[in-house]
């Protein structure tokens, strides 16, 4: 990397190990931090290479925007790829190694002699019994234990103070985690825009178990007689689909519910934009970037205090409101619903607190941790 003392950054390749790329079918937030970083790296003089698992019609090998995606194995199998790759040298002199542990750790510094930097967007403690008994005990083990002890003395980037806190908990010394927040993107032209006449909710996101959807459903359900003509818009793609789609049937709203699918950047600001209140009952984020989206638009936010970097996201009761269970997360709609002046205030307050999260800030923290 270039220094304060204007060393040569023509010879720097940064490899980033991610199992998922910005493209890939369940790819979030994590993705996008990837994507925005990696592709101002390149622009600002780098070789970048990104290493990913193959899926659906997915190219072994293709150059998107100045970096190179190389991708292969699947979900699990990428670590083993990515492992072989640094151990070959088939990607090249790789100078740098940016390893997204997104769960499972790549171990990189293993197979390369490159410098390593270790990027975690959160803990997924919480998450790991999703994948089922055995693999939950395994992978539980292999990113609290097993990573940590291999890491030792490594740099690492968190993207919240609360990620920060969980890999101090977990062993990380804190004087090795710098903090490389989440940017965001111009909010593009969006003539017209406004806000629904009646009370409307929306939920950002993937649609996979965790993002817990269903809690945004039953708020509906649960104050749609207190708010006539309540909606809930959920905006996002997964798996988890049909499981939701039978949710809101369950409970009697799917006439007041819409699941609207993958949608364009400028759709989703306009999906955004349109609401009264943006949700994210999450079960755990290192960020919530979606959050600071609905910001953008003047739209606060309800979120769960324990699911993480939300609490750095929402400042409660300032540019949106933490709830600590799901009677609370309800009672909290609830208040922004009927209370006009709150909601646009925090609303207001939000869009205000946006202007600090730029991409190029992300970059420069990623640029300073790979120079020290």
């Given at each position: 990397?270039?220094?304060?003392k204007?060393?040569?950054?023509?010879?720097?390749?940064?490899?980033?190990?991610?199992?998922r790329?910005?493209?890939?079918?369940?790819a979030?937030?994590?993705?996008r931090?990837?994507?925005?970083?990696a592709?101002?790296?390149?622009?600002?003089?780098?070789?970048v290479?990104?290493?990913?698992?193959?899926?659906?019609?997915?190219?072994?090998?293709?150059?998107?925007?100045?970096?190179?995606?190389?991708?292969?194995?699947?979900?699990l199998?990428?670590?083993?790829?990515?492992?072989?790759?640094l151990?070959?040298?088939?990607?090249?002199?790789?100078?740098?190694?940016?390893?997204?542990?997104?769960?499972m750790?790549?171990?990189?510094?293993?197979?390369?002699?490159?410098?390593?930097?270790?990027?975690?967007?959160?803990?997924?403690?919480?998450?790991?019994?999703?994948?089922?008994?055995?693999?939950?005990?395994?992978?539980?083990?292999?990113?609290?234990?097993?990573?940590?002890r291999v890491?030792?003395?490594?740099?690492?980037?968190?993207?919240?103070?609360?990620?920060?806190?969980?890999?101090?908990?977990?062993g990380?010394?804190?004087?090795?985690?710098?903090?490389?927040?989440?940017?965001?993107?111009?909010?593009?032209?969006?003539p017209?825009?406004?806000?629904?006449r009646?009370?409307?909710?929306?939920?950002?996101?993937?649609l996979?178990?965790?993002?817990?959807?269903e809690?945004?459903?039953?708020?509906?359900?649960?104050?749609?007689?207190?708010?006539p003509?309540?909606?809930?818009?959920?905006?996002g793609?997964?798996w988890w689909?049909?499981?939701?789609?039978?949710?809101?049937?369950?409970?009697?709203?799917?006439?007041?519910v819409?699941?609207?699918?993958h949608?364009?950047?400028?759709?989703?600001?306009?999906?955004?934009?349109?609401?009264?209140?943006?949700?994210?009952p999450?079960?755990?984020?290192?960020?919530?970037l979606?959050?600071?989206?609905?910001?953008q638009?003047?739209?606060?936010?309800?979120?769960?205090?324990?699911?993480?970097?939300?609490r750095?996201?929402?400042?409660?009761?300032?540019?949106?409101?933490?709830?600590h269970d799901?009677?609370?997360?309800i009672?909290?709609?609830?208040?922004?619903?009927?209370?006009?002046?709150?909601r646009?205030?925090?609303?207001?307050?939000a869009?205000?607190?946006?202007?600090?999260?730029?991409?190029?800030?992300?970059?420069?923290?990623?640029?300073?941790?790979?120079?020290?």
């Amino acid at each position: 990397m270039r220094t304060s003392k204007g060393m040569d950054r023509s010879s720097d390749h940064v490899a980033f190990l991610s199992w998922r790329d910005p493209w890939h079918p369940e790819a979030g937030g994590s993705e996008r931090w990837l994507q925005q970083v990696a592709e101002r790296m390149a622009a600002g003089g780098d070789r970048v290479t990104v290493v990913t698992a193959r899926y659906g019609a997915s190219v072994p090998r293709e150059v998107r925007n100045g970096v190179r995606y190389v991708r292969r194995g699947g979900r699990l199998s990428v670590y083993l790829w990515a492992a072989w790759l640094l151990l070959t040298k088939q990607l090249g002199r790789v100078t740098s190694v940016v390893e997204v542990q997104n769960g499972m750790p790549f171990l990189a510094r293993l197979f390369t002699e490159a410098r390593v930097v270790v990027l975690v967007h959160h803990v997924h403690r919480e998450q790991w019994p999703v994948v089922g008994p055995v693999l939950a005990k395994v992978g539980w083990l292999m990113e609290s234990r097993v990573a940590v002890r291999v890491n030792r003395g490594l740099r690492y980037l968190a993207v919240s103070d609360v990620t920060r806190a969980e890999l101090v908990q977990l062993g990380v010394d804190p004087q090795a985690i710098s903090l490389a927040w989440n940017g965001t993107d111009p909010v593009p032209e969006l003539p017209g825009l406004e806000q629904t006449r009646q009370p409307s909710l929306v939920v950002l996101g993937r649609l996979v178990p965790h993002k817990r959807v269903e809690h945004a459903v039953a708020a509906t359900a649960a104050l749609r007689d207190d708010f006539p003509g309540l909606t809930l818009r959920v905006v996002g793609s997964g798996w988890w689909e049909q499981e939701l789609r039978q949710e809101t049937k369950r409970r009697g709203v799917d006439d007041v519910v819409t699941l609207v699918g993958h949608v364009s950047e400028t759709e989703k600001y306009r999906e955004l934009g349109r609401a009264w209140i943006h949700l994210l009952p999450s079960l755990k984020e290192g960020w919530g970037l979606s959050i600071i989206e609905a910001a953008q638009v003047g739209v606060p936010s309800v979120a769960y205090a324990d699911a993480g970097g939300v609490r750095d996201s929402i400042l409660d009761g300032t540019t949106g409101l933490l709830a600590h269970d799901e009677a609370d997360f309800i009672d909290a709609v609830r208040r922004l619903l009927a209370d006009d002046e709150l909601r646009r205030d925090l609303g207001h307050k939000a869009q205000l607190r946006t202007a600090e999260f730029t991409w190029e800030a992300t970059t420069a923290a990623v640029r300073r941790a790979l120079s020290n």
